[in-house]
């Protein structure tokens, strides 16, 4: 059974973010992984597939409503994770993994946490499941953080990354 655990943030827990490795089978043709089973498999109603070249920074996007499972289906990224929850204990603050094929790490980040990464590899797919219960949260709904905000003083290892127009603007 896979357990879930809380992604540790400065020796606490980062409320509501979850982090998990699920169990792989490998054999001679390659490797096969199960994404998500049993308690949140009802909970997601929405699917996106990214992908994207080396050096291009995604986000720091979220909502307020959604509830998201991420995973890198390919390749390896810097994932960024930023609490803005203005009534959490770790309200702007931020923590880093690296998810890739290789490690099948697994993201449940709840609502109000930014979401962000930073392609490592040639090239990455990102696999996302969304839930919400009304309209999905589009980018109209959605918050955008700098990803080179001074306050949050992320440690991005890439002085320059891509970006799309969304993400190099000072919201």
């Known amino acids: 059974m896979t357990?879930?655990?809380?992604?540790q943030l400065k020796n606490e827990s980062f409320k509501g973010l979850k982090l998990y490795?699920?169990?792989?089978?490998h054999d001679f043709r390659g490797y096969y992984w199960t994404v998500i089973k049993g308690?949140?498999?009802?909970?997601?109603?929405?699917?996106?597939?990214s992908v994207s070249k080396q050096n291009v920074l995604r986000g720091i996007h979220g909502d307020t409503v959604a509830t998201k499972l991420i995973t890198c289906v390919y390749g390896e990224v810097y994932y960024v994770a930023v609490d803005n929850r203005k009534d959490s204990l770790t309200y702007k603050e931020w923590n880093w993994t690296m998810l890739s094929h290789t490690n099948r790490k697994v993201l449940?980040?709840?609502?109000?946490?930014?979401?962000?990464?930073?392609?490592?590899?040639?090239k990455a797919s990102m696999l996302y499941k969304w839930s919400y219960k009304n309209n999905y949260p589009d980018v109209d709904n959605q918050f955008t953080i700098p990803?080179?905000?001074?306050?949050?003083?992320?440690?991005?290892?890439?002085?320059?990354?891509?970006?799309?127009?969304?993400?190099?603007?000072?919201?």
């Open 108 to 122: 449940i980040v709840p609502p109000g946490i930014g979401s962000s990464y930073l392609i490592m590899s040639h």
């Open 3 to 7: 357990k879930y655990t809380d992604l």
């Open 147 to 171: 990803w080179d905000d001074p306050t949050l003083n992320i440690s991005w290892p890439i002085n320059n990354p891509i970006l799309q127009t969304r993400d190099k603007n000072k919201i």
């Open 39 to 49: 308690e949140h498999t009802q909970e997601f109603n929405h699917d996106k597939i």
């Open 21 to 25: 490795e699920p169990d792989c089978y």
